[in-house]
Each structure stands twice: as structure tokens, then as C-alpha cells.
């Protein structure tokens, strides 16, 4: 018999699909610490059964939001810029599909980390541009900020399709 695993397909609406709180980001409410975290999530539809979509996101030690990291590419069809930097939910559901920590760093010398990857984002060229692959895309973006940021120590997987493009 054969089973067909339909994990990452969505099959609802993607309007209606959950990006609330997955609950792994510690509360910045009650966390003093500096806390930074690359997460991932599969991609919307069939396109989750091969990639994900990453974000880094972080909060300085003693700030009560987190600043999240990320490109999408919806963003340039609006006449915006595809890199966003905004204070946001750290953990949110990539509609419908709940996020996984792929680093995750607290405590002491994290706001050092923070600092360069804030000025790596600054940097990235490619914040106007987005293209699924072979990219720039959002898995670029994070694979940009870890080749700026080697102190990250952060290999994305081999689902986060785009991150070659730095190379």
C-alpha cells in the first residue's frame, strides 16, 4: 500500500489561513534577554512539499516587542520594497503553516549579533527584487544576512530554495 503525505498543502484559502502566534517565541513581555531566531515554514500550497520561507526574528535585551526580518515578494506587485524590517509577532503561522526554529540564540553577546545582522538587512541589495528561483527571494535574504554575519553559524536547509544565490 502506498500512503501520499500531503503535509505543506494547504488546501484552503490562503486569506483565511492562520498567521497567529505558533507560541516558540519566548515572551518578550517576561524575557529580559537579548533573543535572536532564524525560523522556517513550508510554503504555501504544493510548493510546501519541497520549500520553505525563513525570517530571522530578534528583540534586544530588555525590548517588550521583536523586530522581524523578512522579504515577500507580494510586497513589490504594491509598489513597496519586497525587505521588510517591522516590529511584528516573531512566531506567526506562514499562513496555515507553523513555523520551526532553525537557530536560536539568547543571552549574553546577542545584541552584538543583533546589531550585525540589523546593519546586514540594511545592506542587502536586493530589496526591490524577488524572484521565486533561483531567486533573489526570501531564503536570499536570510542566506545574505548569514554570509554578512558569519557569527551566525547558520546553514539553511537544503528546502530553502533561493538561498544559493549568494553564493
Not at 23 to 38: F, K, M, R, S, W
Not at 48 to 73: C, L, N, P, Q
Request: charged share 20%.
Amino acid at each position: 500500500m502506498m500512503l501520499l503525505s500531503l503535509g505543506g498543502c494547504t488546501s484552503g484559502d490562503w486569506r483565511t489561513a492562520s498567521r497567529a502566534s505558533a507560541g516558540i517565541a519566548p515572551d518578550p513581555g517576561v524575557t529580559e534577554e537579548a533573543v535572536l531566531i532564524v525560523f522556517g515554514a513550508d510554503t504555501w500550497g504544493w510548493r510546501g512539499w519541497f520549500s520553505i520561507h525563513t525570517w530571522i526574528a530578534a528583540k534586544r535585551s530588555g525590548e517588550k516587542m521583536y523586530t522581524v526580518y523578512d522579504v515577500v515578494g507580494w510586497r513589490a506587485s504594491n509598489g513597496q520594497s519586497v525587505m521588510q524590517i517591522a516590529q511584528d509577532v516573531p512566531d506567526r503561522y506562514w499562513f496555515g503553516e507553523k513555523p520551526r526554529v532553525i537557530k536560536q540564540y539568547r543571552g549574553a553577546g546577542v545584541d552584538k549579533l543583533i546589531a550585525e545582522v540589523d546593519k546586514a538587512a540594511q545592506d542587502y541589495p536586493w530589496k526591490n527584487t524577488y524572484t521565486i528561483f533561483p531567486g533573489p527571494n526570501s531564503n536570499t535574504f536570510i542566506a545574505w544576512i548569514a554570509k554578512q554575519v558569519p557569527e551566525l553559524e547558520l546553514s539553511l536547509p537544503l528546502s530553502a530554495i533561493g538561498s544559493g544565490y549568494v553564493d
